[in-house]
């Protein structure tokens, strides 16, 4: 079994340019890459700060909801424990 030698028919410089067109492309898709990175970055921080200002800003109102909710159930046990009293003994205002 013979084989026939492979002949190639194009030039070194052609190759290397079309070597180097690639390589072009591909800097600028990384720059291009790059970039966008960039502006996603400053997006995701400037969402994070939002995020941040609603914290602190439902800790606020959690902690007046939770001053009102003790204060209600305060007033609650206090009902309860007047009512016990007067239930059983009822003379004691008198």
Same mark, same amino acid.
């Given at each position: ?10 030039? /070194? !410089?052609?190759?290397?340019?079309? +070597?180097?067109?690639? @390589? #072009?492309?591909?800097?600028?898709d990384i720059t291009d890459i790059? =970039? ?14 939002? /995020? !941040?200002?609603?914290?602190?800003? +439902?800790?606020?109102? @959690? #902690? ?9 159930? =305060? ?15 009822p003379n004691i205002p008198n």
């Amino acid at each position: 079994m013979s084989q026939t030698p492979i002949t190639v028919t194009y030039s /070194l !410089e052609e190759i290397l340019g079309q +070597i180097n067109q690639k @390589l #072009d492309v591909l800097q600028k898709d990384i720059t291009d890459i790059k =970039i966008g990175q960039i502006k996603l970055e400053a997006e995701l921080k400037g969402e994070i700060k939002a /995020l !941040e200002t609603e914290v602190k800003g +439902i800790g606020k109102r @959690l #902690d007046t909801q939770e001053f009102i909710n003790r204060s209600v159930v =305060i007033g609650f046990v206090l009902a309860l424990t007047a009512g016990a009293i007067k239930l059983f003994f009822p003379n004691i205002p008198n």
